[in-house]
């Protein structure tokens, strides 16, 4: 659940946060059912509604719910939320998690050993080799 959680708050940060930011706008909505329908979370409309109405999703993209309409369970794909940005429109939205920007860290020291795979093969070859030469 937590990765459907995480995919859910990617793509609201995706599709609406930067693109909000982006346009200096103040404030923006996101439909539960809208995002029902992108990620083809059918049957997940409580999974969406919870993602997009608690505090990690404002806490991670600098927000504030300031309404969320439909019904009174708040379960539903006519539920709206309604955002503010609570922090500066002029600072860089936040893009990537953190291990996200970590991706391709070592890549040009694989590649000056040969690539990944050339230097697994390598350790994997002389991984007893202290054992043998005594």
């Known amino acids: ?6 995919d859910i708050r990617s793509h609201g940060r995706d599709k609406y946060v930067v693109p909000a930011r982006n346009q200096k706008l ?4 996101i439909r539960a059912g809208d995002v029902v329908r992108n990620l083809k979370l059918y049957g ?11 505090g990690i999703f ?6 504030k719910l300031v309404e ?5 369970s708040g379960q539903s794909t006519t539920v709206t ?13 936040p893009s990537t998690e953190a291990w996200t920007e970590l991706r391709g860290a070592l890549k ?21 080799a202290d054992k043998e030469d005594s």
């Open 1 to 6: 659940m937590a990765k459907m959680a995480d």
């Open 26 to 29: 103040r404030r923006f909505s």
């Open 44 to 54: 997940r409309v409580p999974a969406v509604c919870s993602a997009l109405g608690r």
């Open 58 to 63: 404002l806490k991670q993209n600098g927000l």
């Open 68 to 72: 969320s309409t439909g019904p009174s």
């Open 81 to 93: 939320y309604t955002y503010e940005f609570v922090d500066s429109q002029d600072s860089a939205p």
């Open 108 to 128: 040009d020291i694989f590649a000056s050993l040969g690539g990944g795979e050339a230097y697994l093969r390598r350790e994997r070859e002389n991984f007893y």
